[in-house]
């Protein structure tokens, strides 16, 4: 059974910093390029930031690079954001989601919380 969980959210003031965790489990991990997707209220998914299934290379939204990095490990599974300079704008669900390649399969998570608020 494919799972993604991810943990890490919270609320934190801007400026701040989190860091956001995927564990995956199910399928092939190391197999798979991981991408972090988020999703605000009355607005669309959008990318954030994605890495490919070797970690030697990663890409970001516009909106975040410089500011989040993306990491993993395929010992442990795991898919991780760490985010800085957090702005209330980056207020979204947080989830993240396995690629098998340009068709799929495509797996996701629930998602996690991140609130940037004073």
């Known amino acids: 059974q494919v799972q993604l969980v991810e943990s890490g959210g919270g609320l934190v003031q801007p400026g701040g910093s989190l860091t956001l965790s995927c564990a995956a489990s199910?399928?092939?991990?190391?197999?798979?390029?991981m991408n972090w997707y988020r999703q605000a209220p009355g607005k669309e998914r959008e990318f954030v930031a994605g890495?490919?299934?070797?970690?030697?290379?990663?890409n970001y939204a516009d909106s975040v690079k410089g500011r989040f990095t993306v990491s993993r490990d395929n010992v442990k599974n795991m898919l991780y954001l760490q985010m800085n300079s957090l702005r209330p704008d980056d207020t979204a669900l947080y989830f993240c989601r396995a690629s098998g390649g340009p068709t799929g399969p495509y797996y996701w998570g629930r998602g996690t919380q991140v609130t940037v608020s004073s």
């Open positions: 199910g399928f092939t991990f190391k197999d798979y390029a």
């Open positions: 890495m490919i299934s070797t970690g030697r290379w990663s």
